[in-house]
């Protein structure tokens, strides 16, 4: 059984700084394509960052270019999500995804079938 699970998510204070962890088991983590995605209420699901199973390739949504750094521990099967420099406008619940398909121009889309539960960022003015 595949399973992602989520954590790390809080209220800060904007200009603070959020690490979410995504914990992944039931499929061979080193060779998949993660990404995380964002959700504000009354909005639809938006790309954040992705990192592919080659080493070093990793993408950014332009909103958080600069601020959000993606990575992975392939030996402990986990993405990280590393925000800093927190906005009100990132307020959402984050999710990761296995399987992210990113283009050769950088445009990435989450793949439908691993999803995790989320987990709730809040940034406050």
């Known amino acids: 059984q595949v399973q992602l699970v989520e954590s790390g998510g809080g209220l800060v204070q904007a200009g603070g700084s959020l690490r979410l962890s995504c914990a992944v088991s039931?499929?061979?983590?080193?060779?998949?394509?993660m990404g995380w995605f964002r959700q504000a209420p009354g909005m639809e699901r938006e790309f954040v960052a992705a990192?592919?199973?080659?080493?070093?390739?990793?993408y950014y949504a332009d909103s958080v270019k600069g601020r959000f750094t993606i990575s992975r521990d392939n030996a402990k099967n986990t993405l990280y999500l590393q925000m800093n420099s927190l906005k009100p406008e990132d307020t959402a619940v984050y999710s990761c995804?296995?399987?992210?398909?990113?283009?050769?121009?950088?445009?990435?889309?989450?793949?439908?079938?691993?999803w995790g539960q989320g987990t709730q960022v809040t940034v406050s003015s």
């Open positions: 995804n296995a399987g992210t398909y990113c283009s050769d121009n950088g445009l990435c889309h989450g793949s439908p079938d691993y």
């Open positions: 039931g499929l061979d983590f080193s060779v998949y394509t």
């Open positions: 990192v592919s199973w080659k080493p070093g390739l990793t």
